[in-house]
């Protein structure tokens, strides 16, 4: 066919007369072929020219390219170096070219990088000064020490607390919502305005400063949260993380947004704002808020320390306010305790000889007077318990002054007049007694051990002082008379009555006291008239009122008559009631120890 | 519940805003207008037995210093036109966002919302150019964001036309 194509190419030409008639067939051949000819020849000229040729191809390349990158990854891998070699030889030539084109992109990249960098390093350099003194810090030293890692690299590895707190699934398209879910009930605000916003706000970003379409927000901060954001062709998935979300969240989030594409794509496409079918995506958006569990479970361990440090912090605090209590009682009991000793020891006819503390609880032992305090009345005192102490006392007679004293009060049974006291062995009475109780008082307390003498000179006997008292009140009655007479008036008659009864009295009670009683009936004259006359006159009376005391109940009672004459004048006389007192009969009692009855008298 | 994304589109001072505030459900501070030029607010509306969530794009108003970003546009199920009765050129305005949108949103049902109608004596457009609209199926409403009246008839007459009623 080739052969025959290159003989018939001079064919072509216009044929010639001479020929026309000769060749019938070559002649029919041509009127056959000449349209087919011509296109042969056309196609020809066509793939022998290098330019028509390249015309061709380009008219097709985008076509072929854009359908066999669909098919396979062929023609990427053919011109992988051609287009490694062409940027090669561009940067060789001039590297500004490459340079200039990529300075936009590398500008924010390189911020980027730094930036987050930066953060990090902060990020644990706080972590570093946080936890430097803690278990935590040190348990993380002993891992980088065995592990051979840097310290800031463990502490990234371990501090890497983050919580995703929202997850929203958003239609592309429209930014309406297809799903929401949350870690924390609170703070949810309205998802669907929510999402709106944030796909206004992509928009803006995009429009204000993607290039193109495949250019968008993928993150951004907002105070402690990022929003992560990850899309897919239909839907959007943007997870509110409170923390610093490490890498692996973005897989964890591409993966979902795959799973969902894959699982809802019809759903997706014609989606017309009923979010209902996307119920079904909701455990693929949870499991993008148990990456925040998993983290959780990772920080575990150090959750766990803290926990029990806090714990260990507690008991220790509860310990030591316990030990505190412990000891303030403690402290207050052996306060007690000394002070409950102290008392005892003070106590007049207590002596301790031994205390202390055993078994847990305080004993003491010694002599007490049985006139002493009780120390159990004192134990109840001291607030130390009645059972916390055990006490042994042993009898005995102490020489302590209040002791003395109580021992003679139990003894003497004194009047309630009296007080007794008693210091360096004296034994001393105060106030006053009946004679029979003093007289006792002194026999008795010879006999008392620790007591030398017995000291009753601020003693008053009752009955002397009674007996002292009623004769002065009868020696202070002068019976009078009238002139020259010896006869009693008759109003004197009742008067001497009485006087022989006060002297009756009175003689009884000396003779209580062992006393006898003596009464010198004195008579006395005026000074009128003479004196022998006086003398008579005054015996007479002075006769006549001792006889007629004597005539009355007046036993033990000596009566002596002496007459005075006016030689003992009452009163100076100078008016006539002076003269009439001077006129008159006094008694003088003595008052005398009845010999060899009382052995002591004072 | 259905949701639907709708944009809010005028001229500066239209009293979109106005609408938002007392008729929707706001999340975000107007702030949001002059730093990203849109806010999302929410309008829910009763369709028969269904309830539409409305996700109100208010998208800020195209003037001098800032042109209309068609991209808010993308994906919205409707659109609400508003214009200030009581200023012409807004009208004027809300037809070439109508037809901006209508470049990317070919079909999509709108409403256009003749605002401030409480403000008759200033009333400034006119009647011819309103009636001319509504003769090109223009549904017309006007309303007063100061009185209510014909915001809930606006809101649901375009929730019907979406959920295609």
Redesign the interface.
Known sequence: MDAFLRKDNGGLEPPSAATEGQDPIGELRRLLFVPEHAQVAKLQERLDDPEIHAEDVSQVLPEAIAIRATKDRELTRAMLPTVEEAILSSVRRDPHVLVDALFPVMGPAIRKAISSALESMIESLNETLERSFTVQGLKWRWEAFRTGRPLPQVILLRTLVYRVEQVFLIHRRTGLLLQHVSSTSAGVQDADMVSGMLTAIRDFVQDSFGGNREESLDSFKVGELTIRIEQGPEAVLAAVVRGTPPPELSAVLAEAIETIHLEQAEALVKFEGDATPFERARPRLEACLKTQQRSRAERAPGAKTRRARAFLRASLVVLLIGVAVWSFFALQRGRRWGAYLERLSAEPGIAVTDSGRRNGRYYVTGLRDPLAADPAALLDSSKLGKGSVAAEWKPYQSLDSELVAARARRVLQPPGTVTLTAANGVLAARGSAPHRWIVEARSLSRAFAGVTRFDDSGLTDTDLAGIESLRKEIESQPITFDLASAELRPRDAGRLGELSRDLSRLAEAAGRVGRTVRVEVVGRGDSTGTEEVNRTISRLRAQRVASLLAAGDTRGVLFVPRGAGSSEPLRREMTDEDREINRSVTLSIGITPAPAREPSTQ | ?????VCMLGAYAVGKTSLVSRFV?S??SDK?HTT???????KIVAVGEEQ??L?L?DIYGEDDFQKL?T??L????GYVLAVDGTRRETLEKAVILQSRAHEMLAGVPFVLMLNKADLVEKWEVDDSAVEDLVAQGWPTFRTSAKTGEGVEEAFLALARRMAGA
């Open positions: 519940m259905i949701q639907k994304k459900k999340l975000f949001y990203v030029g849109v806010k999302v607010d929410k539409v969530n996700l794009w970003r991209s808010y993308r994906g919205s199920s």
